[in-house]
């Protein structure tokens, strides 16, 4: 066992036991990432791969087995501690982008430094340094309706990296982008991840993001089908 | 969280309130008519009470009274007090007391040639007595008492029933110190109507002099010093300065003392004002919980995300309430911002409520009201208000806090 992991799911069994019948999401998965990853959970839709995704981000809770952040048992923390966990170690890009609407991209990246008590000359130089580095300086006093999908989602890159998590993860970032505006978006994500030691994990489908993946893991019914490192 | 974290998520709060603008505006406006009903309405009726207590002060009773030792208790024509002037010149030579003015009081009978009737006489020195109340400038025909001669000065009211006019006599009686019934007659010289109804019904003015001379008393008696003050906020001070100067078989009372279902009175009213506050809060609140829980429902997917992202329970209820609590504080700015003129506007020249004299009359208040601004009422507006606007956010803030971060973004 790897003591640098970043996080660790043993055993993951993730029951929804919402509606009529019960719905199996995870079967037992089993995984480590370690820092510097750039991974990709593949598989069709309802494989369970977000389930996966909210489980290693303590946005969730498994029905059985336990998830270690940092070797952490996230089964122990209150939700308290799980959101400030999130807020300090985990970097978040959704799918939708979900950018505040009513602040600028510069706002939108400096927010999570706002929640962690950063000051506030500090927290614009850094937000700015961030934004300028992703190649999207310009955009800073722009809010999110004046913004295109693509632009919106490097600003959620922005507010994902911006305070250094030890992981970031990614929920079908490029779904609601048009090919070419995804590749852009995955090099950048690339670029992080080699230049400064970002750690990725994806969910995704999208045939580019897989292929971008350096470890790849096929999600299956609920269970991890099979597993790549390239 | 810091002082600096409150101001950057008050900013995000502020920024939300316009995301939909006719919303706010519909809820702010309520605020704003909330607050302005309220500041012009507390304070009018602050003015009305006070100006009901204020006329039964500077209509007879004063703000501090000097009798003998016992009076108050059993005001008997026996209970006087000597060296009346000396007394006098010693009260009004304290700083605080603006005028002074000895009374003779007897409870008697005034007959005319076809009826009587039971009523209060006082016997006063003119020219002292106009210094301290206003009985002077209260007269509708006639003139104001002479220091001297068989004068009389009655109500309108009580002149109607005993049926008599300017110029025509009266016969006062009443109980001496001394067994005997002492009788004088008087011309009625003035006829005066007060903002009370029961006033001039019962209170008969004659000079002093003459009403030593009709009770057999020294000429230097009275039964009551009645005192005028600058501000009537001194009387307590002052009671107790004199009570220690005088000597032991005088007692000193202030108008607390002499009508105390008066102050009880005002203050009841003053009181009463909660519930009216309690009124408006009530359909504030309705208004405030509906716009902010409309707001926040239409928001859950973005509370979502913020949970996500690390935003703790706390700072999310701390959001959502201040987005309430700012539309209080603006509402409540701007509905001071427009009573404010209206309020000095009254304040200059009063509110008119003739149509409802009669009834006013009844309670000793004027037909004009002029509007009374304290720091109460400040106080009341400023924290009712914006309070009651951050009670109406708790429960919508409650439901933000509580969407899972999951749920949320599986819905987006």
Known sequence: ?230 | MSFRGVTGLARVAWRNLWRNRRRTLIVLSSVVVGVFVLVLFDTLNLGMVEQMLDNQLRLHIGHVQIHRQGYHANPAVEHFFRKAEALRQQVAAEPEVRAVAPRVLVHGLLSSAYNNGGVQLVGVAPEAESLVTFIAEQLVAGRYLAAEGPEILIGERLARKLEVRLGDRVVAMAARPDGQIGSEVFRVVGLFRTVSADFDRTMAFIPIDRARAMLGLPPDAAHELAVLLDDVRQADALKTRLQAALPDTLEVLTYRDVVPLLVMQRDLYAEMMYLFYLIIGVALIFGIINAMLMAVMERLPEFGVLRAIGMSEGRLFLLVSLESLLIGLLGTAIGWALSLPVYAYLARHGLDLAVFSEALAAFGVGSVIYPRLTFRVVWNAWLIIPLVAWLGALYPAWRAIHVEPVEAMRAV
Do not use: C, W
């Open chain 1, 1 to 230: 066992m790897n003591p640098n992991a970043i996080v660790r799911a043993e055993q993951v069994t993730k029951i929804y036991d919402e509606g009529a019948v019960p719905v199996q999401a995870l079967r037992g998965v089993s995984l480590t990432i370690e820092p510097g990853e750039f991974t990709v959970i593949a598989g069709p839709s309802g494989s369970g791969k977000t389930t996966l995704l909210n489980l290693l981000g303590a946005l969730d809770v498994p029905t059985e087995g336990r998830v270690f952040f940092e070797g952490q048992d996230l089964s122990t923390l209150s939700r308290r501690e799980r959101a400030r966990l999130r807020l300090y170690k985990i970097g978040f890009v959704f799918q939708a982008y979900n950018l505040i609407p009513v602040l600028t991209a510069l706002e939108n990246v400096e927010f999570v430094l706002l929640l962690q008590g950063v000051p506030e000359r500090e927290r614009r130089r850094r937000a700015l340094e961030v934004l300028e580095q992703l190649g999207i300086g310009e955009l800073a006093h722009k809010r999110p309706h004046e913004m295109s999908g693509g632009q919106q989602q490097r600003v959620a890159v922005a507010r994902a990296v911006v305070s250094h998590p030890r992981l970031v993860l990614a929920d079908e970032p490029t779904a609601n982008l048009d090919s070419a505006t995804g590749a852009r978006l995955l090099d950048l994500m690339e670029q992080l991840n080699r230049t400064q030691g970002v750690t990725f994990v994806f969910s995704s489908h999208d045939p580019q993001v897989i292929e971008r993946g350096r470890r790849l893991l096929r999600l299956h019914d609920g269970r991890i089908e099979r597993e790549e490192r390239r």
